[in-house]
């Protein structure tokens, strides 16, 4: 698959020098493209879909969880903490986590809770799926493996919790990768906001998992309705069903449905959020800015739901640049284009 790659830069000289225009896409603080090329590590060609696993998966308890976590790379390496998507899993990153770990970096890929291996430690825990409970296991996993620092990486619910653990703990965050832009939201922007017709149709799963129709539908048709989200969401992506049966475990989790159906409610205001997240929540609906390095991207063909880029710029106030992906990219964009991704890492690392 072609991963042709249109970058928006320009040199970041003072706020005041900085039309509308330059302000959308601004700020980057990777000089010019000719200075960038010059002195940034560049990593070898990545073939999109040539490693197939992590090898051995880990387990640490962290907070209300066993987290399921690939670990790659140098002990001592620049730790890198890589976060999926709903419904995706690891895989999304099995091509960038190599290759970061080749150029010398620790490379963290956990399972989100109700994926993969990743468990509850207690029955009695809510299966809850609000943002801040993903935030907060962040947090919890890499407080755990004694981590004070990290590059962040993510998409779809892990762009979601990167950009606030950049939001609200910039002291533990040396850069951001976020395809798809900022997307940090609250539940008044889901629930109280309606948008145009043609783009409420893209979230009809949000108003299927409403109802206990959905719930039981999701549970009865689990990986045919994973599928069928992948193929809308990525409309030019070339997938076979190895790639997909590498990942169809993940949804075998037995919080999977629980967990998925009360991140959709909760967005609505169909399902209470647990009242030690209600701080973290309150920031996070207040949209908060994020300061650190960012490298935002998007696919040409992300056939899911997603913002454009102009409108959240003005959420990163420090070193920023986006960056436009052609070549028939979707909405599982690590997986999809894992060159650009991981360079994108080492870049904003290095920023």
């Given amino acids: 698959m072609s991963e042709q790659i249109t970058v928006r830069r320009r040199q970041f000289v003072t706020t005041a020098a900085f039309g509308l225009a330059a302000g959308v896409f601004a700020r980057f603080g990777w000089a010019s493209a000719q200075a960038s090329e010059q002195t940034t590590q560049r990593i070898p060609a990545i073939v999109a879909g040539s490693h197939t696993t992590f090898g051995s998966i ?57 994926y993969g291996t990743t468990r509850f430690l207690s ?68 629930a109280l906001k309606p948008i145009p017709p043609e783009k409420e149709r893209q979230w009809w799963y949000l108003f299927y998992f409403a109802t206990e129709r959905g719930r039981l539908g999701y549970g009865q048709y689990t990986r045919d309705f994973v599928r069928m989200t992948w193929e809308l969401a990525s409309p030019k992506w070339r997938l076979d069903d190895a790639t997909f049966e590498r990942s169809a475990p993940a949804f075998e989790n037995p919080d999977h449905v629980a967990v ?27 949209h908060p800015t994020i300061s650190i390095p960012v490298i935002t991207l998007e696919g040409d063909a992300n056939g899911a739901l997603h913002p454009e880029p102009a409108s959240y710029a003005k959420y990163f106030t420090g070193r920023y640049e986006h960056r436009q992906l052609s070549g028939g990219i979707g909405h599982n964009l690590p997986q999809e284009a894992p060159q650009a991704f991981a360079q994108a890492v080492i870049d904003v690392g290095n920023a």
């Fill in 58 to 114: 880990k387990q640490i308890n962290a907070g209300d969880l066993s987290v399921g976590y690939a670990d790659m790379g140098p002990a001592d390496g620049t730790p890198v903490l890589l976060l999926h998507g709903w419904p995706y899993d690891i895989h999304s990153f099995v091509d960038v986590a190599p290759a970061l770990a080749a150029a010398g970096y620790r490379v963290l890929v956990p399972y989100l809770r109700g």
């Fill in 260 to 286: 998925s159906v009360n991140s959709y409610r909760w967005r609505l205001k169909l399902a209470d959020g647990e009242a030690r997240y209600e701080a973290i929540e309150r920031k996070l609906a207040a």
């Fill in 123 to 190: 029955d009695a825990t809510p299966r809850n799926g609000q943002q801040a409970a993903l935030v907060a296991d962040a947090i919890n996993f890499l407080d755990a493996l004694k981590i004070d620092k990290v590059i962040l990486g993510g998409f779809d619910w892990g762009g979601r919790t990167a950009c606030a653990l950049a939001a609200l703990w910039p002291e533990r965050c040396k850069g951001l990768v976020a395809a798809s832009g900022y997307t940090i939201a609250s539940q008044d922007d889901q």
